[in-house]
């Protein structure tokens, strides 16, 4: 099971820590990853970390996020930073790649807006 949290409404250029507990072992066994959508729009991903600690960004949020785990707590973190409007959406956090039937937790909502 994957529980988000820290979601919120927040001014631009502002911080939010969003968090994933994660149930078992997943994040220790998988590369790990946050996911955002908005409605109308596909799922897309824009932070990944490796089994290894290598990480990945998606050039709309390069620089200004920044993933990471706490693999005793089970717990995956995105650190978000200089947030624009356009960070606006549900955040979800999953296994990457995700394949079809694979579960999919409530998300949080960050809306970015003055």
């Known amino acids: 099971q994957l529980v988000e949290s820290g979601g919120g409404l927040v001014q631009p250029g502002g911080s939010l820590r969003l968090s994933c507990a994660a149930s078992?072992?997943?994040?220790?066994?998988?590369?790990m990853g946050w996911y955002r959508q908005t409605p109308g729009k596909q799922r897309e991903l824009v932070a990944t970390?490796?089994?290894?600690?290598?990480?990945g960004y998606a050039d709309s949020v390069k620089g200004r996020f920044t993933i990471s785990r706490d693999t005793a707590k089970n717990i995956v973190y995105l650190q978000m930073n200089s947030l624009k409007p356009e960070d606006t959406a549900v955040y979800y956090c999953?296994?990457?790649?995700?394949?079809?039937?694979?579960?999919w937790g409530q998300g949080t909502q960050v809306t970015v807006s003055s």
């Open positions: 078992g072992s997943i994040i220790n066994i998988s590369p």
């Open positions: 999953n296994r990457v790649p995700t394949v079809t039937g694979d579960y």
């Open positions: 970390l490796t089994r290894g600690g290598s990480t």
